[in-house]
């Protein structure tokens, strides 16, 4: 009876034991996500903004934010409101998945 209980005693806590280690792992992994997603737009809309010959200044206008602000989105120390990222995708007429980052291909921005 003893080796059974010790046996359902090392399995329960093994089980557990897992359970946290895993849920550390995918809370890192989320966390490393969100990172590269960060990277990836605002390292795009600067590289789509320079694509057209824009200054960060007439973006902010278009955005009706400062440039000042703007800048920090491109440099990445503000995350980009997501309205203001559809504005964007639209305005250069790309998809979101090309604005975030999530693809590179150049789709257009989808019709009403």
Same mark, same amino acid.
């Given at each position: 009876?003893?080796?059974?209980?010790?046996?359902?005693?090392?399995? +329960?806590?093994?089980?557990?034991?897992?359970?946290?280690?895993?849920?550390?792992?995918?809370?890192? *992994?989320?966390?490393?996500?969100?990172?590269?997603?960060?990277?990836?737009?605002?390292?795009?809309?600067?590289?789509?903004?320079?694509?057209?010959?824009? *200054?960060?200044?007439?973006?902010?206008?278009?955005?009706?934010?400062?440039?000042? *602000?703007?800048?920090?989105?491109?440099?990445?120390? *503000?995350?980009?409101?997501?309205?203001?990222?559809?504005?964007?995708?639209?305005?250069?007429?790309?998809?979101?998945?090309?604005?975030?980052?999530?693809?590179?291909?150049?789709?257009? +921005?989808?019709?009403?």
């Amino acid at each position: 009876m003893s080796i059974l209980f010790s046996f359902l005693f090392i399995l +329960f806590y093994g089980i557990i034991f897992l359970v946290i280690i895993k849920k550390k792992d995918l809370s890192a *992994t989320i966390r490393d996500r969100q990172e590269v997603f960060i990277i990836k737009y605002n390292e795009r809309i600067r590289e789509i903004r320079e694509d057209h010959f824009l *200054t960060q200044q007439k973006i902010a206008d278009l955005l009706h934010i400062g440039q000042r *602000t703007y800048s920090d989105y491109e440099s990445g120390k *503000t995350r980009i409101p997501v309205d203001s990222l559809i504005i964007l995708a639209e305005f250069y007429n790309v998809s979101m998945d090309y604005i975030t980052g999530v693809s590179s291909l150049k789709k257009e +921005f989808p019709k009403k």
